[in-house]
């Protein structure tokens, strides 16, 4: 069994995306996978049809409140499972310090179920706490996604530090399989701004390739933003909404790439692959890996996933309420303030006429005009 970590200390540079789809593409490998939602946004989680974060989740499995089979949610996608976010995915850190530390909780867990999981995929928050530490420490590999902007740049400095200090204390056998690119513009931008974008593109993609060399993905994934809205809306991975696409294929490439080869023997992990290692991804896996996802979309069509937006919410009435009983506030106040502001006004402009008066009438009075 292999785990596999997407980690980054920065947050919206796509390792949610990165982690839903990489899982999803093992899974049409013929990969038994489990995704790990660690993050208590829950974005992975309502990825895969889950528009209601569950009661048990990676909170209860992580703190031992439960067990793995309890916290273990089935996907549409047979081969797929999820434990996924709860609300109180955010206090663990909390509960987590309060007990002696266990930096390997995940992978005991998953271990323990070698024989149903070939591939266990940790969707990393971006925050550096206990969780994140056990995730980076329970990891075979970690793949970094960071899209070519200056922020971001300096967000994989730090996500380098935190990655080097954690090989050199507590997991040694990380391997940092490689940075993904992501959010590449190609030809197409023709915004005002375009020129400046590509030009960002290109000279901070040299930076990274300058910095990291072979562990820097060679194509990356591309920008997509009607694909990855769509996908969101309606908690189905984009390379199951769309997997004839460039960017659902270019994660296809990605995970093919590194898939871990089959276990020979009693081998206890197989190993992810580097980005560059010399063998470029299997076309033979890629193609069947194509078909499947269609298989995947067929399936979710069957299921009605595809013409439903379950994570656009209704309009919440309680919401809307709030809303107008502050805009009435603002209007009252508004309309008290108004009449006093011009009446203010006005008496500025009677007492500035006064004082001119006087002036010219002292001045008049003394011969000065
Ligand atoms: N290649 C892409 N093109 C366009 N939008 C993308 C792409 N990858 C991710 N997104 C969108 O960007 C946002 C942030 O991505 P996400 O994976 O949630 O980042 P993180 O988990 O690092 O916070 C999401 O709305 C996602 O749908
Ligand atoms: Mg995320």
Redesign the pocket.
Known sequence: MDILAVF?A??????????VNLAVCFAAMGRKVMLFDL?A?G?ATTSLGQAVLPSIGTFDVVTGAATLKEARLPTFIDDLSLVGATTSLAVVDIEKTKKKRDHHVMRKIAMAHKDTIDIVVL?CP?AFGELTVNALVSAHAVVI?SPPTPYAHDGLIRTWTVLSRIRTTLNHSLRVIGVLP???HGEEVNEPAGDVVSACDSSILSAMNAEYGDLVHPDG?????E???A??AKGIPACVLEPNTA?SLAYVEVAARILPREKKGKTKHAGFRWFKEDEPADSETMKTAVKKLNEFRKKADGQGLLSTNINIPDVDKDALDMVSQLNAIDEDIDSKIRPFTLGLAFLGVTLLAGVVGFLIAWASYNGLL
């Open positions: 980054n920065k947050g919206g540079v796509g390792k949610t995306t990165t982690a993050d946004q974005n969707d971006p996604p992501t959010f590449l994934i591309p920008l997509n933003s694909l990855f809205i996908a969101a960017a």
